[in-house]
Each structure stands twice: as structure tokens, then as C-alpha cells.
């Protein structure tokens, strides 16, 4: 089976500019996890979704970020406007609904904003 | 609020040993989960083993296994027989009550050949 799929994997922009990372959760889990991960702060769960309803965006930074998911194959993280401070690695996360305790990781999508 | 420690910063070991990474990890709730998670250079986050806290037995997966001591709050990962591709950092994760999962610092595993 096919794992969490992320796109992109590396992402290289400007400050300002506004970058939207993907994620393909595997088929049938039905709860979806959004991670940033820097030397600094670690693994910072930054929202997750639960049937496509987001349950808990307490870790969100601030409004320049937003998160979706359309529906139970899809789900996006936006910032706009990026700035350099948003450098990291983000993963994606996914698990069954029944059996929430294994989290599933992507290969992550490392951003870099210059 | 839960907390999860990892206290070595960095381990080394000479391949084919065994080595143990060490975790504690704070809570009050008396049914939980534990993780290890391995990050290799590629970055990709790996599930290693899980331990359910109501389990008494200890998990193991291969090489890996886990010395869970609920009283004492302890989760150590022991890993036999080390190889050249174990070589990453190593994540110990606690998942609450409502699933999110509280993450060690990370402990960088160095393989020597």
C-alpha cells in the first residue's frame, strides 16, 4: 500500500510569496495530522482532522497559516504570506479513526524561505 | 500536562552491539500509548515499536524491543545487534487522551563500523 504522500518535497521561495503544501493521507484513515518540525521548537503538531473536520488547530502560529481538507484523500497547509521564520520541515500524518494510537508519517516537505 | 524526556542527547555504538535509548515521560492518566519513532537522514519519520500501557509485556519488533516500567514511568528502547542503517535520531512520543502525541527532544544514534 501506498504511505502519506507529500508534495512538494522541497519548496524554495521568497518572503511574501504564498506556499501551499499537499497531502495524500493513506486510503481509509480517516484522521489527518499536520507536523512542523525545526532545531528549535522540535515536532509541533500544528492541526489535525478528524473526518475531514478540523479538531484541534491550537498549534496553528498565526493567521498567515490555513489548513483543509476538502475531503478524506486531500488535504492542504497554506501560508500566506511566508516569511523566513516559516523554514522547516512539514509532515503530514495519518491514522485510522478506530485505531488513532499509530500515526502514520509522509516524507515531509522542507521549506525554505528566503 | 504530559512531558516526555530523553536525556541523551546523542549516543554512540559500535555496530553489531546493543544499545539502549533511554525515555521517562510524566502523565496522570493511567491508559496511554508509547512510540518510537526513528529519523533517518532522509528525514522521513519511521515507526520503530508502540507499547499499549495496559500491556504488562514488553513489545518487540526484531532487533528492537522496549523495557516499559509503567510505575516508574521509564520506555527504553534497546536495539540488538546494531547496523549501519539504524543510525538516526530516535523520537520517544506519548499519545494523549486525545490522540496528539507529546514528542521527546530526540536522542542521534551514531552507528560506529
Known amino acids: 500500500d501506498a504511505g502519506v504522500i507529500q508534495s512538494p518535497r522541497h519548496e524554495v521561495t521568497e518572503m511574501g510569496q504564498e506556499v501551499t503544501l499537499r497531502c495524500k493521507p493513506i486510503?481509509?484513515?480517516?484522521?489527518l495530522f499536520w507536523y512542523r518540525q525545526t532545531m528549535m521548537r522540535g515536532l509541533e503538531l500544528l492541526i489535525y482532522?478528524?473526518?475531514?473536520?478540523?479538531?484541534?488547530d491550537s498549534g496553528m502560529p498565526e493567521d498567515r497559516f490555513s489548513a483543509k481538507m476538502p475531503n478524506a484523500s486531500f488535504s492542504t497547509l497554506k501560508i500566506q504570506p511566508s516569511e523566513p521564520r516559516d523554514s522547516a520541515v512539514y509532515f503530514c500524518?495519518?491514522?485510522?479513526?478506530?485505531?488513532?494510537?499509530?500515526?502514520?508519517f509522509g516524507p515531509g516537505t522542507r521549506l525554505l524561505v528566503l | 500536562a504530559q512531558t516526555v524526556t530523553q536525556s541523551q542527547p546523542e549516543m554512540s555504538v559500535q555496530e553489531a552491539e546493543t544499545v539502549t535509548l533511554s525515555c521517562t515521560y510524566d502523565?496522570?492518566?493511567?491508559?496511554?500509548?508509547l512510540f518510537w519513532y526513528k529519523q533517518p537522514p532522509s528525514r522521513q519519520m519511521i515507526l520503530v515499536i508502540r507499547q499499549e500501557a495496559y500491556k504488562q509485556q514488553n513489545a518487540t519488533e526484531n532487533r528492537f524491543s522496549v523495557n516499559f516500567q509503567k510505575a516508574a514511568k521509564s520506555f527504553s528502547l534497546k536495539i540488538s545487534d546494531s547496523q549501519l542503517g539504524d543510525a538516526a535520531m530516535y523520537f520517544c512520543?506519548?499519545?494523549?487522551?486525545?490522540?496528539?502525541?507529546?514528542w521527546g527532544a530526540g536522542t542521534k544514534l551514531i552507528i560506529k563500523p
Open positions: 482532522f478528524n473526518n475531514n473536520v478540523p479538531i484541534d
Open positions: 512520543a506519548y499519545r494523549r487522551s486525545d490522540y496528539q502525541l507529546i
Open positions: 500524518a495519518s491514522s485510522l479513526e478506530v485505531s488513532l494510537e499509530t500515526q502514520y
Open positions: 486510503s481509509g484513515h480517516n484522521s
Open positions: 502523565t496522570s492518566e493511567s491508559d496511554y500509548y
